[in-house]
């Protein structure tokens, strides 16, 4: 959509057969669109190149089409769990071919906003085609050069493959392949219990799959021990068998599908395999040792304001092997936008950072955890309060969820792990809490709306001051003014 209201930035000039800007950004996925968008309006000249999709795996892969076919998994689910509300229940029917028409008319809706057309409407020089670094302050696309003052790289990442004999000697389903099925598999295996191996067990479960879960050491093992035990309990209700601490050793494939071997746990057999076991860096084919960038493991070796090793190069988003979520890759972009165009100085800051596991009831963390607090040294106390005790939670008869915040010294907020539906929605709150310093009585303060699953935060932090409130020293305090009150 054109945004007459946006400014625009400055064309790249091109001298000598060379495109000269202020910024070349390489992929237009959450993070380069976020500094493209950013960095045109505020003026600057832009290069955004890009050879795939436009919107990158948020758009196209990742985000949107999950959240998109678990909406559909969780109205699949209100059909069968409608008898609680007295409202008989069924089996429902699912056309395949209209659930994929769903996940990709949400695609399609958001599409516009991270377009080609878009783009260009923003002063943005856009070029449809891969990037590489032919020196330290070039880049070469589709047979265009471009030198920029800086450089930003955000190509991503993309499913890694575990070495696991026979894996990949046939088709196995990625991110990539997943929301193009034609069909709903049959027996869905999963290889990895991370977000993506855990949100798309429930979808699939929920739409009418068999699902088999296999995951290395129990399922997402960044949350919260007892959030990640209501999840569980909750995967296996609905009937994902989910195999924790099992390890695959190899994979056959034929005709009808996949066989995958566990140590000393015989065999799944399944008509389709997810491959959910982490991401790889898109580092390759980059040029990166030419420009003088160096990598690790995870990605491209950033400082904490996102610099490689070139001092006119940044990396951000998942290609900079940290948090890897669209909210951190847009927060990336502000960083460089800071320091590329203002010169001002930025680092990432992480003690903030939220994450939400989409399922049912959602998982919502921000901070710390509880362990991890511990490891850092702080004198740790722990608020909770099960979902139970509160009245919407009772009406829906969602009751199943908690909420856990961890403190430190003096009340301060360090982290706080929320389960209950729409729990995402609720992490915000927390989340500025830490940002802002503010303590326990920040939150115990507040005035929520009666009746929301919100309240939950309130009635934590309440938790903080019962022992003085309903104390022995209140209780002579009342008695005493009592006594002189006229
Ligand atoms: C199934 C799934 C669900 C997810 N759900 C969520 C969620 O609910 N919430 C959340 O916060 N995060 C979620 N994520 C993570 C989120 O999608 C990523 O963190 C985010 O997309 C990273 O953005 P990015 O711009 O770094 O990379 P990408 O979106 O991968 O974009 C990188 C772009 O770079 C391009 N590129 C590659 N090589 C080159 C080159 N040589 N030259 C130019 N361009 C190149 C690629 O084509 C791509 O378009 C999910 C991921 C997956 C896979
Ligand atoms: N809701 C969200 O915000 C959301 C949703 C999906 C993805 N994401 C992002 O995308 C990233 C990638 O997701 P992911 O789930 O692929 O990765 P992940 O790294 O978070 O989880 C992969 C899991 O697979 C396991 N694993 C690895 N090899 C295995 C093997 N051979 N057998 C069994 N298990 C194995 C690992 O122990 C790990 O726990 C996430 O870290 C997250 O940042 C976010």
Redesign the pocket.
């Known amino acids: 959509m054109d945004d007459p209201q946006a400014s625009r930035g400055r064309r790249p000039e091109s001298r000598g057969g060379v495109l000269h800007t202020d910024l070349c950004v ?7 669109l976020s500094v493209a968008a950013g960095a045109a309006q505020m003026g600057a000249a832009v290069v955004l ?5 436009m919107g ?3 758009l196209n ?3 949107v089409p ?2 998109s076919l678990l909406a559909a998994a969780h109205a699949a689910q209100a059909m069968r769990e409608a008898g609680r509300f007295g409202i008989r229940p069924h089996e429902p029917v699912v056309d395949a071919a209209r659930l994929h028409a769903h996940v990709h008319g949400v695609i399609a809706a958001i599409a516009p906003h991270d377009s080609v057309k878009r783009f260009e409407g923003l002063g943005v020089t856009v070029l449809r085609a ?3 670094f032919t020196g330290p302050d070039e880049v070469e ?1 589709g047979g265009t050069r471009v030198r920029a003052r800086r450089f930003v790289v ?4 993309s499913a890694a493959m575990p070495p696991i004999p026979g894996l990949t000697d046939g088709p196995v389903l990625t ?1 990539e392949t997943i929301f193009g099925l034609a069909e709903i598999p049959s027996h869905l295996a999963i290889l990895g219990g991370g ?2 191996g855990v949100e798309m067990a429930v979808a699939f479960r929920r739409l009418g799959s068999a699902v088999t879960l296999v995951q290395h050491g129990t399922i997402l093992p960044r949350d919260e021990p007892e959030a990640v035990a209501i999840l569980r309990a909750a995967l296996r209700r609905e009937g994902v068998a989910l195999l924790e601490h099992a390890r695959a050793t190899s994979v056959e494939h034929h005709a009808g599908g996949v066989r995958l071997w566990l140590e000393g746990a015989g065999a799944v057999q399944a008509t389709h395999l997810l491959v959910a076991a982490g991401r790889r860096a ?1 580092t390759a ?2 040029g990166l040792e030419t420009a003088g960038i160096a990598t690790h493991e995870r990605g491209i070796r950033v400082d904490a304001g996102l610099r490689t090793g070139n001092r006119r190069v940044f990396a ?4 900079a092997g940290g948090p ?6 847009g927060y990336h972009a502000g960083i460089v936008i800071r320091r590329a165009l203002f010169g001002l100085p930025a680092r990432v800051d992480y003690a903030a950072l939220p994450w939400v596991t ?1 399922v049912d009831p959602e998982l919502a963390h921000v901070g710390l955890t509880e362990a991890a607090a511990r490891d850092a040294g702080h004198a740790v106390t722990v608020l909770a309060e099960p979902l139970a005790g509160n009245d919407r939670a009772q009406a829906e008869r969602t009751t199943e969820g908690l909420i856990k915040a961890v403190l430190g010294r003096r009340g301060r907020v360090l982290g706080v792990t929320i389960v209950a539906p729409r729990a995402g929605e609720m992490i915000a709150l927390w989340g500025l809490a830490i940002q802002k310093r503010l303590g326990i009585g920040a939150i115990a303060a507040s005035l929520p709306p009666y009746p929301t699953m919100g309240e939950i935060s309130k009635r934590a932090a309440g938790g903080h001051y019962t022992p003085r409130l309903y104390g022995e020293r209140a209780r002579r305090l009342v008695g005493l003014v009592q006594r002189w009150l006229p």
């Not at 390489?26 to 380069?32: I, T």
């Not at 955000?154 to 990442?157: H, K, L, M, P, R």
């Not at 951000?316 to 290609?319: E, M």
């Not at 890897?324 to 890759?329: C, M, N």
């Open positions: 390489l992929g237009a996925g959450s993070a380069g190149v890009e050879p795939n999709l990158g795996d948020c892969t990742g985000c999950s959240k891969a990037g590489r696309a955000a190509t991503g990442s991110n977000p993506i898109n084919g980059l951000i988003g998942d290609v890897q979520f669209t909210h951190v890759a989409y």
